[in-house]
C-alpha cells in the first residue's frame, strides 16, 4: 500500500488500499459486530469485493439506503472499490426529499441495505446482501482479481447540507481528502485494533465517517448494537460495559443528557472506555463541571469542530481542565485563517471540491487567499493565548439541530409552499442544553404546518413550535427581522 508523509502523518494513498492492508494484515479479527455478531475482516473485504463487481467498473454515483447494519459499510467501501461516489440516503426522509437528492446528485443505482421505499422507475436497484452473492475465495488470501483502475482523484462521496432556497445542497468531498481526514483522525483518535468503536451517529450524516474510517483503517472494531439507540441511558450503560466499548462519538446535545444522567443516577461508565469524542454544538460549562465531578479520570474527553465542506474534524480539543471551552487547535493537515471579522476560514488539502451544480455558490463560501484555497465556515472565533480557538457564535443565521448544520431559511422557503402561508420567520432558542427551532408564520386560519412539513423534510428541519402571528417584524429596509419576531411573540409554556 503506497503512502505519504502530510503535516507529520503517514497518509494511506486511498481509504479502499487501507481497508484492504487490515483485511490482509488481521483477517480474522472482527471487523464489525451487529448485536453480538461479528464479521471478520476477510468476510468484510469478500463482500466489499461481490459488491464492486455486482455494481461494474466506474458506476457513478450510486445512493445507498442506509441501514444501522454492516451492509451499509459493505455499501459504502463497495462503491469506493468499484470506483463510484458515494451518496447516503435515510429511507425514512420523506418521498419528496429522497425524490430531491437522487436528482440532484445525479444517482443512477440505488444500494438497499434494508427496507427499501418507493424509488423513481429509471433507477438500477440492487438489494444487499441478496443481489450479491458472495466471492468463495481459495486460501486465506484476499481475492486477487484486478479491478478497472481508480480516479484517485475523484469523488468520494456526497453529502447533502440545508441550503436556503429550500432544496439541499450535495458537497462533493474527493477521495485524497478523506483518506487525508482519515489518517488524521486515526492518529488524533490514537485508534490501535484492540480499541471497539461504537457506531453512534446517523448513517446519513457525516459524524459516521469519524466512527468507521479510522476504526476500519486502523485494524479495530466497529460495534453496532440496537441497545445504543433506544435512548435508555441504562441500556446504553449495559452496553457499553456488554460490548467492552473504548471509544463514544457523540453528539455535544446526546453527551448533555447523558452526563445530566450519570450525575444525577450516580451510575458508573464502563471502565473500558477511554475516548470520549463530542462535537456539533457548543459545549455547556455546568455540565462539564457535572463531568468534572463524575469518576471519569479514565476517559479522556475530547472537544470537535469541522464542517461538512473540511472533511471530518479539523480541529479538537482536550477537555481534562483549564477555563473556557476551546474548540482547539488545527489538526497537522489543516490550515486556518482569521478574517477582520474573526470568521474562521479552513483550507488545507482536505476541503471538499464544493456544491455539484452550484457555481455560485460555491465560488462564494470557497475561496482563494495567497496561500490557498479556503472554506469560509460562518464560525466567528476567537484565538487564546496558547492558540487555541474558542467559538463566539455565527455571522450568518445557520444554527446547528441535532449536530447537523440548518440554515433557517430553508425551512421558511418550506413553510411559505404551504397554500395557507404568505410569509415565516424560523429562528432558534437554546433549551437544557440543545438547539431547538421555533417557526412564525402570517396564515389564512390554523393548520397543523408541522406534520405538512414532517410529508416533505427530514425531522431535524421541523421545528419544534410553529405559531400563527398577524404579522413578522421588519426591518427598516423589509428583510425579515427573525429575533425580533421571537421577541414580540414569545412562545407560551406547554
Given at each position: 500500500m503506497s503512502a505519504r508523509v502530510l503535516g507529520g502523518v503517514e497518509v494511506a494513498s486511498d481509504l479502499v488500499d487501507a481497508v484492504a492492508e487490515s483485511a490482509r494484515r488481521c483477517p480474522y479479527r472482527p471487523a464489525t459486530v451487529h448485536n453480538q455478531v461479528a464479521m471478520t475482516y476477510r468476510e468484510l473485504d469478500m463482500r466489499i469485493r461481490a459488491t464492486a463487481r455486482a455494481l461494474g467498473p466506474s458506476p457513478g454515483v450510486v445512493g445507498v439506503l442506509t441501514s444501522r447494519s454492516p451492509d451499509t459499510i459493505v455499501a459504502l467501501l463497495g462503491v469506493l472499490t468499484a470506483g463510484g461516489t458515494y451518496c447516503p440516503i435515510d429511507p425514512g426522509y420523506p418521498a419528496e426529499r429522497l425524490h430531491t437528492?437522487?436528482?440532484?446528485?445525479?444517482i443512477r443505482t440505488v444500494l438497499a441495505t434494508g427496507p427499501m421505499?418507493?424509488?423513481?422507475?429509471?433507477?438500477?436497484?440492487?438489494?444487499?446482501?441478496?443481489?450479491?452473492?458472495?466471492?468463495?475465495?481459495?486460501?486465506?488470501?484476499?481475492?486477487?482479481?484486478?479491478?478497472?483502475?481508480?480516479?484517485?482523484?475523484?469523488?468520494?462521496?456526497?453529502?447533502?447540507?440545508?441550503?436556503?432556497?429550500g432544496e439541499p445542497k450535495p458537497v462533493i468531498t474527493s477521495r485524497p481528502a478523506i483518506a487525508i481526514?482519515?489518517?488524521?483522525?486515526?492518529?488524533?483518535?490514537?485508534?490501535t485494533p484492540q480499541d471497539r468503536v461504537l457506531q453512534f451517529a446517523s448513517l446519513s450524516w457525516d459524524t459516521c465517517l469519524e466512527e468507521i474510517l479510522p476504526t476500519l483503517t486502523c485494524a479495530a472494531t466497529l460495534v453496532f448494537d440496537d441497545e445504543a439507540y433506544t435512548g435508555s441511558f441504562p441500556r446504553f450503560l449495559r452496553m457499553l460495559e456488554r460490548e467492552q466499548i473504548t471509544v463514544l462519538d457523540l453528539p455535544t446535545a446526546f453527551w448533555h443528557e447523558f452526563v445530566r444522567y450519570l450525575a444525577e443516577s450516580m451510575a458508573t461508565l464502563s471502565s473500558s472506555v477511554r475516548l470520549m469524542i463530542i462535537g456539533g454544538e457548543a459545549v455547556d460549562q455546568a455540565r462539564l463541571d457535572d463531568w468534572r465531578a463524575l469518576p471519569t479520570s479514565h476517559v479522556r474527553l475530547l472537544n470537535t469542530y469541522g464542517c461538512t465542506e473540511t472533511t471530518l474534524i479539523t480541529h479538537a480539543a482536550d477537555l481534562a481542565d483549564g477555563d473556557g471551552i476551546p474548540i482547539g487547535l488545527a489538526?497537522?493537515?489543516?490550515?486556518?485563517?482569521?478574517?477582520?471579522?474573526?470568521?474562521?476560514?479552513?483550507?488545507?488539502?482536505?476541503?471538499?471540491?464544493?456544491?455539484l451544480g452550484r457555481v455560485g455558490e460555491t465560488l462564494t463560501r470557497f475561496v482563494d487567499l495567497p496561500d490557498g484555497r479556503y472554506f469560509r465556515t460562518g464560525d466567528k472565533v476567537r484565538r487564546g493565548d496558547d492558540g487555541e480557538l474558542f467559538h463566539l457564535g455565527r455571522l450568518d443565521h445557520e444554527v446547528k439541530i441535532r449536530g447537523v448544520r440548518v440554515d433557517p431559511a430553508e425551512v421558511e422557503a418550506h413553510l411559505t409552499q404551504h397554500p395557507a402561508v404568505s410569509a415565516a420567520a424560523v429562528t432558534s432558542v437554546r433549551r437544557a442544553g440543545r438547539t431547538t427551532m421555533l417557526g412564525y408564520v402570517v396564515a389564512d386560519g390554523d393548520s397543523d404546518f408541522r406534520a405538512w412539513l414532517?410529508?416533505?423534510?427530514?425531522?431535524?428541519?421541523?421545528?419544534?413550535?410553529?405559531?400563527?402571528?398577524?404579522?413578522?417584524?421588519?426591518?427598516?429596509?423589509?428583510?425579515?427581522n427573525r429575533a425580533a419576531t421571537h421577541r414580540r411573540y414569545p412562545p407560551t409554556e406547554d
Open positions: 437528492m437522487i436528482a440532484a446528485a445525479g421505499p418507493a424509488m423513481p422507475p429509471d433507477l438500477a436497484l440492487l438489494r444487499l446482501p441478496a443481489d450479491v452473492a458472495l466471492l468463495r475465495l481459495p486460501g486465506d488470501g484476499p481475492d486477487p482479481a484486478p479491478f478497472a483502475v481508480i480516479d484517485t482523484d475523484a469523488p468520494a462521496y456526497l453529502l447533502f447540507t440545508s441550503g436556503s432556497t481526514a482519515t489518517s488524521a483522525l486515526g492518529v488524533l483518535f490514537g485508534i489538526l497537522p493537515h489543516v490550515r486556518e485563517h482569521l478574517s477582520s471579522e474573526g470568521e474562521l476560514l479552513v483550507g488545507g488539502a482536505a476541503i471538499a471540491t464544493g456544491y414532517r410529508e416533505r423534510v427530514p425531522e431535524h428541519l421541523v421545528p419544534s413550535r410553529i405559531t400563527v402571528v398577524p404579522e413578522l417584524v421588519r426591518t427598516a429596509s423589509g428583510k425579515t
